[in-house]
């Protein structure tokens, strides 16, 4: 039988929870299956992405663990920054991968590789775990980031990479030859072009002000700019979307559901 889980909480850390979603293909005796992981944006909307996904986890026979990180942890003055990966000591990088391996104890998933994806605030936690864990991802999918982490080796973390070694004492980081061997893909709605929330975002970088003052500028930025460290990527500009998740989904599938029988 399926399992379609409520909140799990990470023993790792009780802060914060995760929810799953493992297909009836499913065996403890059986093949490890791969593993997606979806990271939502600022609405938190994890238990969406969980609905949405459950047809397709049985099409490809594939788990999904969806993370919830809550508001104002750790920093009750910044309520999203899982998305910077980095706050007040603690590692979302390393809550993340907690989860992961907590799951593979519990169920047969592959746990070493999986395929990631993200929407808005989780789409700038997907690019920034990217460069650090290119290793880990059989796959990664980056939705409509609204600010952005320039694969710049001159440039501090957040803005650029130069210092992200030793930010989180991670060797040979940031490995844009492993990134380049990564299916990659970027996916924004059409409409997705308002710029009031990017106006209002405080301390634009200069990458970010060279980008442009939409999610659709900004992605296209993003591509070209991985694509000059030697990163092979697919976008997808979804028809008559704006900035939503759940509506760019279709599109994240379909390239997912390839990505996963290429390695199978």
Same mark, same amino acid.
């Given at each position: 039988m399926?399992k379609?889980?409520?909140?799990?909480?990470?023993t790792?850390?009780?802060? =914060?929870f995760?929810?799953?979603?493992i297909?009836?293909s499913?065996?403890?005796?059986?093949?490890? &299956?791969? %593993?997606?992981?979806?990271?939502?944006g600022?609405?938190?909307?994890a238990?969406?992405?969980?609905?949405?996904?459950?047809?397709f $986890?049985?099409?490809?026979?594939?788990?999904?663990? $969806?993370?919830?990180?809550?508001?104002?942890?750790?920093?009750?003055?910044? #309520?999203?920054?899982?998305?910077?990966? @980095?706050?007040?000591?603690?590692? =979302?990088d390393?809550? &993340? %991968?907690?989860?992961?391996?907590?799951?593979?104890r519990?169920w047969?998933i592959?746990?070493?590789?999986?395929?990631?994806?993200? @929407?808005?605030?989780?789409?700038?936690?997907v690019?920034?775990?990217?460069? #650090?864990?290119?290793?880990?991802?059989?796959?990664?999918s980056?939705?409509?980031?609204?600010?952005?982490? !320039?694969?710049n080796?001159q440039?501090p973390?957040?803005?650029?990479?130069?210092?992200?070694?030793? *930010?989180?004492?991670?060797?040979?980081?940031?490995? =844009?030859?492993?990134?380049?061997?990564?299916?990659?893909? @970027?996916?924004?709605?059409?409409?997705?072009?308002?710029?009031?929330?990017?106006d209002?975002?405080?301390?634009p970088?200069? =990458?970010?002000?060279?980008?442009?003052?939409?999610?659709?500028a900004?992605?296209?930025?993003?591509? !070209?700019?991985?694509?000059e460290?030697?990163? *092979?990527?697919?976008?997808?500009?979804?028809?008559?979307v704006g900035?939503?998740? #759940?509506?760019? %989904?279709?599109? *994240?599938?379909?390239w &997912?559901g390839?990505q &996963? !029988?290429i390695?199978?």
């Amino acid at each position: 039988m399926p399992k379609d889980t409520e909140l799990i909480s990470l023993t790792a850390d009780p802060r =914060f929870f995760f929810y799953a979603y493992i297909p009836k293909s499913h065996s403890l005796e059986g093949s490890k &299956l791969p %593993l997606v992981v979806i990271i939502h944006g600022i609405k938190r909307d994890a238990k969406g992405y969980i609905d949405e996904m459950r047809r397709f $986890c049985e099409q490809h026979s594939c788990a999904l663990i $969806c993370p919830l990180f809550p508001e104002g942890v750790p920093n009750p003055k910044q #309520l999203n920054s899982y998305k910077d990966l @980095f706050s007040r000591g603690t590692r =979302f990088d390393n809550i &993340l %991968l907690s989860m992961i391996e907590q799951a593979g104890r519990t169920w047969r998933i592959q746990t070493d590789r999986f395929y990631l994806h993200g @929407f808005s605030a989780g789409g700038q936690f997907v690019h920034r775990f990217t460069y #650090l864990y290119p290793d880990r991802l059989a796959a990664v999918s980056i939705g409509a980031p609204g600010r952005l982490t !320039a694969p710049n080796t001159q440039s501090p973390w957040l803005e650029g990479v130069a210092n992200i070694s030793e *930010v989180f004492g991670l060797s040979g980081i940031p490995n =844009f030859a492993a990134m380049a061997r990564l299916p990659v893909h @970027f996916v924004v709605g059409e409409k997705d072009v308002g710029t009031s929330m990017i106006d209002s975002m405080k301390n634009p970088t200069r =990458f970010e002000i060279e980008a442009g003052n939409t999610r659709v500028a900004r992605i296209k930025w993003l591509k !070209a700019a991985w694509e000059e460290i030697g990163v *092979v990527s697919e976008m997808s500009i979804v028809p008559g979307v704006g900035h939503d998740g #759940l509506e760019c %989904l279709s599109a *994240v599938k379909e390239w &997912l559901g390839r990505q &996963l !029988a290429i390695g199978m």
